[in-house]
């Protein structure tokens, strides 16, 4: 079973490609089932900050629905759902629960890009980590991580340490170990309140060179029993559709996950996680 449960297309303001363009990948690749989870928001035309507006989002989300209900017959093996990834913002809260109400969604992440104003992820990043050291800079992003896992407006936590993108530039590895406390306290109250973990694979191919979360805070996640787990490349374009997804998976199972999360309607199906990582460490 090969998901991609991470994906945007041009309806993300930061996405390339069309709809079809990456159903086509997708199915060229052997993939069984995709999700496509664009933003919500929608950044400004001068390219300054994101806004988040209830109405616009909910055209756009119609749009690419109808978009699969189009293609979805035409490549019958490939099982293609309707997702969003969501940016947690106090201030957004309210539309973006009027939103969930309003469209039926397969899956929904939710992610955290901004902290105290500024991106973390793209963008002008520097500005929030050279005012800061790393115990600043991260335990400051962990807190709002858990703020938004308190809200629970969601099914899947996405790219759990996505800070370590910029911060391993500015602060070297990423060690998870001094942010353990914060961790495994998120990840317990992700338990209790039904939320699952993304291991989002975009990490491969960026500085940190490994999945978000990384490996430590996956085994945190299996030993507080998460349950629900899905993966995603977060592609914004085709070419990178596929980018870390071997390496996601193998990280799940080093972890002690043996089974992974497919979606429909926001309700789960766990199924095997169809690896041999025996094969892999013989290489």
């Known amino acids: 079973m090969r998901i991609n449960y991470h994906v945007h297309n041009g309806y993300s303001s930061d996405g390339r490609g069309t709809t079809e363009q990456v159903v086509q990948t997708a199915f060229d690749l052997g993939f069984d089932e995709i999700c496509f989870t664009n933003h919500a928001e929608q950044l400004s035309p001068e390219g300054g900050d994101w806004s ?17 209900e189009r293609l979805q017959p035409v490549y019958p093996e490939l099982r293609i759902l309707l997702g969003a990834e969501l940016e947690y913002r106090p201030e957004w809260v309210e539309t973006l629960d009027a939103l969930v ?16 104003g500024h991106q ?33 407006g969601f099914d899947v936590v996405g790219h759990f340490d996505l800070v370590k993108r910029f911060g391993t530039k500015f602060y070297g590895p990423f060690d998870a170990e001094p942010f353990e406390s914060q961790i495994r306290s998120t990840l317990d109250k992700m338990v209790g309140k039904g939320i699952g973990l993304e291991v989002n694979t975009s990490g491969v191919v960026q500085p940190p060179a490994e999945p978000y979360p990384g490996l430590d805070i996956l085994r945190h996640a299996a030993e507080a029993r998460i349950a629900t787990v899905t993966i995603g490349s977060d592609s914004h374009v085709p070419t990178s559709f596929e980018q870390g997804i071997e390496v996601g998976e193998r990280a799940l199972l ?4 043996g089974e992974i999360t497919l979606f429909s309607h926001r309700i789960r199906k766990n199924v095997p996680l169809d690896l041999d990582l025996e094969e892999d460490d013989k290489g």
């Open 101 to 116: 109400d309003s469209v039926d969604f397969d899956l929904i992440i939710g992610s955290v890009h901004v902290v105290d």
């Open 52 to 68: 988040l507006d209830l109405v616009e989002a909910r055209q756009l989300y119609e749009l690419q629905q109808q978009e699969i």
């Open 120 to 152: 973390i992820s793209g963008g002008s990043v520097g500005e929030y980590f050279k005012k800061r050291d790393a115990s600043e800079a991260y335990g400051r992003y962990f807190e709002l991580l858990e703020e938004m896992v308190d809200w629970a």
């Open 254 to 257: 080093r972890a002690g996950f």
